[in-house]
């Protein structure tokens, strides 16, 4: 079983509509959790983290976590074009390891189409 | 106020060759973290160092591969006698080391092993 596991894509939605993406993780104790999103040949980018059971919203951006089935999502409203990349979950296991240490799910492509 | 600065952005070696990745942290940040990107699969954690110091190489390979962050300079990533499975994107990415900070990461090398 891999640590860090993403829905498999790719996923296409039409331009406005609701892009979800799903994380499930195997470590119980992980506490943090991040959404980046790459661009083909870029470097990843920190959209959104979130560390406590519920949701958190930013902008178009929600992140949900629940803890007790070690699920983690990622909901993008009004999805653009520009939403168009690899979206990668990543989870730090805590307990002391360093916070830059995260493992990465394998990433799910999300195409948005105008 | 620049990024994580990373060098060459691609690096053409033939099998039996050494590579030599540099990294040059964000101003201010004295954590790094090196991550390998193979064709597709996720980033893969590898070694996470502070100056002159090791911390954690548990994702390194055993042999071949070694990293550095000295006193002055960038940080190197040195993997000795390359295979053609080194091929790979590595990224380096950088933290004051806080909870919640942000982990950025820089363009990446990319490295081709003919």
């Known amino acids: 079983q891999k640590e860090v596991e993403q829905n498999s894509g790719p996923l296409s939605v039409p331009e406005g509509a609701i892009a979800s993406l799903n994380c499930t993780y195997s470590?119980?104790?992980?506490?943090?959790f991040f959404w980046y999103r790459q661009y083909s040949g870029k470097s990843p980018e920190l959209i959104m983290f979130?560390?406590?059971?519920g949701d958190k919203e930013d902008g178009r951006f929600t992140a949900q976590l629940n803890k007790a089935s070690q699920y983690v999502s990622l909901l993008i409203r009004d999805s653009q074009p520009s939403d168009s990349a690899t979206y990668l979950c990543?989870?730090?296991?805590?307990?002391?390891?360093?916070?830059?240490?995260?493992?990465f799910g394998q990433g799910t492509i999300l195409t948005v189409h105008p | 106020n620049a990024g994580v600065m990373q060098n060459p952005r691609h690096l053409v070696r033939r099998r039996g060759q050494e590579a030599r990745l540099r990294c040059s942290p964000m101003?201010?940040?004295?954590?790094v973290y090196w991550y390998r990107q193979l064709p597709e699969e996720g980033l893969k954690f590898m070694v996470y160092?502070?100056?002159?110091?090791?911390?954690?190489e548990s994702g390194m390979p055993k042999e071949r591969f070694s990293a550095e962050f000295p006193k002055e300079g960038p940080s190197i990533l040195r993997i000795q006698q390359v295979v053609r499975g080194d091929s790979a994107a590595y990224f380096c990415?950088?933290?004051?080391?806080?909870?919640?900070?942000?982990?950025?990461f820089g363009s990446g090398t990319q490295l081709s092993v003919l």
């Open positions: 990543a989870v730090n296991p805590g307990g002391g390891t360093s916070y830059g240490k995260l493992t």
């Open positions: 160092l502070q100056k002159e110091n090791i911390i954690d």
């Open positions: 470590d119980r104790g992980s506490q943090s």
């Open positions: 101003k201010g940040h004295s954590h």
């Open positions: 979130i560390y406590s059971n």
């Open positions: 990415a950088s933290h004051r080391g806080a909870l919640g900070e942000k982990l950025f």
